[in-house]
């Protein structure tokens, strides 16, 4: 069965950096686009950065362009996100995703089928 297992999560200090991870099984990332997405208390799953299959082209919230980039290995079947700057306002719990590579929507929720668990990330001021 698929499974996708985030991790790197935690308590981190506003300016500070923080790089989560999500391993793949079940599933060749390869042959998937991957997204991250993360969820604050009492708000909407949200749309953080995405990546294609190959790691050609990459798409990111304009409220984390320029300081989250996201990354694979598709060697090693996991994907990262590398967060640097972080604002208190980047708390969230944040998920890792995967879907087939059809279609031009990459910040869709519903149309990624795969998610992990999730990692909490708490930014601190």
């Known amino acids: 069965q698929v499974q996708l297992v985030e991790s790197g999560g935690g308590l981190v200090q506003a300016g500070g950096s923080l790089r989560l991870s999500c391993a793949a099984s079940?599933?060749?990332?390869?042959?998937?686009?991957n997204g991250w997405f993360r969820q604050a208390p009492g708000e909407a799953r949200e749309f953080v950065a995405a990546i294609r299959w190959s790691g050609g082209s990459t798409h990111y919230a304009n409220s984390v362009k320029g300081r989250f980039t996201i990354s694979r290995d598709n060697a090693k079947n996991t994907i990262h996100l590398q967060m640097n700057s972080v604002k208190p306002e980047d708390t969230a719990v944040y998920y890792c995703?995967?879907?087939?590579?059809?279609?031009?929507?990459?910040?869709?929720?519903?149309?990624?089928?795969?998610w992990g668990q999730g990692t909490r990330v708490t930014v601190t001021s």
């Open positions: 995703a995967a879907k087939l590579p059809f279609g031009n929507d990459y910040d869709i929720p519903d149309d990624f089928p795969y």
């Open positions: 079940g599933l060749t990332f390869s042959s998937v686009d």
